[in-house]
């Protein structure tokens, strides 16, 4: 309670003092694309052209809101944002993460890829402004668009896949930009809207952040790692490639088919492992198309480099949007399991 006073003492101004110190020493540098990059290539927005509206959700770091940017002082015209904001007692270490978290998304130029706006570094709260994605998470979305008993599902069959194809596509971005993001799930992906025209992008770097702090173990290791989008060489022997983002694709293909179930679902991580490891794969979800269940299998082939890229994924899908059969295929949700409480 002590830490939570609102006007800081001498020592803590000190401390503050030091730690701005610090901070100019230890700035992240970040590597993309070859090139190095640190907080002075980022595009600082004055505070005061921004305002929050309301707060959307608590993120890894501190509450994320959504707020309202005027570009510049005399604009009429306001644009929708998401800001993340770093608490201001934060810890050096939160302060460095949360500069290489904006340092990731900026390097970014991708329709689906959460876009970066700017940052405000210079005093606290920081913040991270980025693209508002109104429509929440695919995952979510998914599971509010199962079909009950009194209505019919609110998507058809090519809602899912163009869903799917919006991931591909931002997973090849990274593919071909050499950077693995270690975390493609359903849960990670924000859509722009919920209604048709709605885009998915990729919005959640954490994972490759904590990798490349290597600071993960500090933060509980194994115990936070996502095993059932994970491949055995990954899980095993800690080997990431892009290959390892094909797999998780493919578990992410298998979510969106499932309407957001859990992968494995009442399997623990434990027993999951050793049923991968000896062969054994998800199921297909129920009336998921032949065409679709064989390009998740071929994502979770024992062999890396017999994986297909990304470009193969989305060729694999555009046929998927152009087969009658496929696309006629109404969605139809797993028996037998309820919608209540348990993560299903
Ligand atoms: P975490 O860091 O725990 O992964 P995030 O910080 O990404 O979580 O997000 C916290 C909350 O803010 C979530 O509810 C997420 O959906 C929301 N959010 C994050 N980024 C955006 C965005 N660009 N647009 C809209 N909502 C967002």
Redesign the pocket.
Known sequence: LQLRRKTPSGADLQLRNLRNDLMTETNPNYEFAGERYTLKDLRDVPREHLRLTRA??????GE?YEGLYKMRPGDAVEMPV?V?TLPELSTLQAENDFMLEALIMGKFNHPNI?HLIGVCFDKHPRYIV?????G??LKTFLRESRPRNDRPSALNMKDLLMCCVDVAKGCKYLEENRFIHRDIAARNC?LTAKTPGRIVKI??F?MAREVYMSDYYRKGGKAMLPIKWMPPEAFLDGIFTTKTDVWSYGVLLWEVMSLGYMPYTGCANRNVMSLVVSGGRLEPPPNCPSLVYAIMTSCWHPEPPQRPDFATILEKLAGCLQDPETLATPLKPMIGLTESGLQI
């Open positions: 959307l959700g608590q993120g890894a770091f994320v998401a993340k959460v980025l693209e508002l994605l109104s929440g998470d924000l919005a959640d954490g």
